[in-house]
């Protein structure tokens, strides 16, 4: 069940799944880790866009969407849901275990790399 830490929403390993095994579910996901990170191993279709550039991305995304972000350990994946939430986009949750608790399936390689300019298709499962 998820849970409130420092005012973000923190999901575990079984919503996620279930986030992602809900063919109607419309939760964008996105792994903000670095590309040599994403590169050893993802969750299959969901995209990456590193922390570091996240922001410049930020105009392009629709705030009322859910968003949820995913990192290694959930740290980074933390901040960047905070300051999303900061900045005017309220369904954001952060993966509190990142990819370190993720038993799911998983891939290897630049899947699914986002670019600018920003093609909203991409971010759909």
Not at 56 to 63: E, F, H, R, T
Request: hydrophobic fraction near 35%.
């Amino acid at each position: 069940m998820s849970e409130v830490i420092q005012g973000v929403s923190h999901i575990d390993t079984k919503e996620l799944s279930d986030i992602l095994q809900d063919p109607g579910n419309r939760t964008i996901i996105i792994d903000v880790r670095e590309p040599e990170e994403y590169i050893q191993a993802h969750i299959p279709g969901v995209p990456l866009i590193p922390m570091g550039e996240i922001i410049g991305y930020m105009d392009d995304l629709d705030p009322e969407r859910e968003y949820v972000f995913i990192c290694r350990s959930g740290q980074r994946s933390f901040n960047v849901a905070k300051y999303f939430q900061q900045n005017g986009f309220d369904a954001v949750h952060n993966y509190a275990g990142g990819m370190l608790d993720w038993d799911g399936e998983m891939a290897t390689g630049l899947e699914n790399v986002i670019e600018q300019p920003l093609d909203p298709k991409k971010l759909e499962r």
